[in-house]
Nanobody, 114 residues
Framework: QLVESGGGLVQAGGSLRLSCAAS????????MGWYRQAPGKQRELVAR???????SYADSVKGRFTISRENARNTMYLQMNSLKPEDTGVYYC??????????WGQGTQVTVSS
C-alpha cells in the first residue's frame, strides 16, 4: 500500500514537501518514483530514486525538486522548491515503469497559484 501526503495550495515560488509511506514489500530493494498527473494530461514520472539513492529528474523539475528516501522507514520524500503553476497536479508515488507496479494510492493534490 502506498500513501501520499503533504500536498496543498501554495503561491508560485513557494515550497512543499511530499511524503510517501509504503507498506508491504514494494519499497524493499526497489527503485521508487514520484509521478504527477496534471489536469487533462497523462501521468508522468518526474523524479526517481534507486534503492541506493541514485536520483534522476525530468527536465521540467530539475534543479527545483529533490527526491530522497529513508529505507528503514519505508518512506520517500519529494522536496519541491520554486514551485510554478505548471507544477499543479496530483502527485503519486510508485515504482518506475520498468518495475512491477503497486496499486496506485490516492495521491496528494498540489495546487500552485500564480
Amino acid at each position: 500500500q502506498l500513501v501520499e501526503s503533504g500536498g496543498g495550495l501554495v503561491q508560485a515560488g513557494g515550497s512543499l514537501r511530499l511524503s510517501c509511506a509504503a507498506s508491504g514489500s514494494i519499497f524493499r530493494f526497489t527503485a521508487m518514483g514520484w509521478y504527477r498527473q496534471a489536469p487533462g494530461k497523462q501521468r508522468e514520472l518526474v523524479a526517481r530514486i534507486s534503492y541506493g539513492g541514485t536520483t534522476s529528474y525530468a527536465d521540467s523539475v530539475k534543479g527545483r525538486f529533490t527526491i530522497s528516501r529513508e529505507n528503514a522507514r519505508n518512506t520517500m520524500y519529494l522536496q519541491m522548491n520554486s514551485l510554478k503553476p505548471e507544477d499543479t497536479g496530483v502527485y503519486y508515488c510508485n515504482t518506475p515503469p520498468e518495475f512491477t507496479r503497486a496499486p496506485w494510492g490516492q495521491g496528494t493534490q498540489v495546487t500552485v497559484s500564480s
